[in-house]
């Protein structure tokens, strides 16, 4: 019996990350669907509808995980335009650093917005390398990200991979925290301890 093949990083920019579209859900739907994020089928939907729009984002970066003809994982982002966005979480990431640090830290900065792995792909380091794909381009090093503080293992994760937690999560345990990439330059002007 063969070996199954080795995953190949493959970064793809703007639009050419639409003939994967159908392959970036559905490992949404593998890596999110679980605890400890359960989304459901319509979140699912949301983001392969969205897919479109954010690959005509100015800087759109993906990097797909693919053994063969199978994708294993991918990240993705760009980089965020000022002013800095008011939907989705990004209100909880302005309310944690402030209007000054938000404006300085993350606008212009490469935005890490999904990073997926399927289940029988996660820790052999696929989602690492990934991270450190999609980012590698980001402007002067400035990258960063939002998590949930129900996912204590993607914290840890991005701990491990040298990305700094900028905000504090809220005191009842629910929300986002705001994390700077590991070459960052604002990673010395966090207030600690976090």
Same mark, same amino acid.
């Given at each position: 019996?063969?070996?199954?093949?080795?995953?190949?990083?493959?970064?793809?920019?703007?639009?050419?990350?639409?003939?994967?579209?159908? /392959?970036?859900?559905?490992?949404?739907?593998?890596?999110?669907?679980?605890?400890?994020?359960?989304?459901?089928?319509?979140?699912?939907?949301?983001?392969?509808?969205?897919?479109?729009?954010?690959?005509?984002?100015?800087?759109?970066?993906?990097?797909?995980?693919?053994?063969?003809?199978?994708?294993?994982?991918?990240?993705?982002?760009?980089?965020?335009?000022?002013?800095?966005?008011?939907?989705?979480?990004?209100?909880?990431?302005?309310?944690?650093?402030?209007?000054?640090?938000?404006?300085?830290?993350?606008?212009?900065?490469?935005?890490?917005?999904?990073?997926?792995?399927?289940?029988?792909?996660?820790?052999?380091?696929?989602?690492?390398?990934?991270?450190?794909?999609?980012?590698?381009?980001?402007?002067?090093?400035?990258?960063?990200?939002?998590?949930?503080?129900?996912?204590?293992?993607?914290? /840890?994760?991005?701990?491990?991979?040298?990305?700094?937690?900028?905000?504090? !999560?809220?005191?009842?345990?629910?929300?986002?925290?705001?994390?700077?990439?590991?070459?960052? !330059?604002?990673?010395?002007?966090?207030?600690?301890?976090?």
């Amino acid at each position: 019996m063969a070996a199954p093949p080795t995953p190949e990083v493959r970064v793809l920019r703007g639009e050419d990350v639409l003939a994967h579209a159908d /392959a970036l859900r559905s490992v949404y739907v593998d890596a999110f669907c679980a605890p400890p994020w359960n989304e459901d089928e319509e979140k699912a939907a949301e983001f392969a509808a969205r897919i479109p729009r954010d690959a005509r984002r100015p800087g759109f970066t993906a990097a797909l995980a693919v053994a063969g003809r199978d994708v294993l994982g991918f990240a993705s982002g760009w980089t965020t335009s000022p002013p800095f966005p008011i939907d989705r979480c990004y209100p909880q990431a302005a309310a944690g650093l402030g209007a000054r640090r938000t404006e300085d830290w993350l606008c212009g900065a490469f935005e890490v917005d999904e990073l997926a792995v399927r289940p029988g792909a996660q820790g052999c380091g696929l989602a690492g390398e990934l991270l450190e794909a999609v980012t590698a381009g980001a402007p002067e090093g400035r990258s960063w990200l939002l998590t949930s503080v129900r996912a204590p293992r993607a914290m /840890a994760f991005y701990h491990r991979q040298g990305w700094c937690q900028a905000t504090h !999560p809220s005191p009842d345990g629910k929300g986002i925290v705001v994390f700077l990439g590991p070459r960052h !330059p604002a990673r010395g002007l966090v207030p600690l301890p976090l």
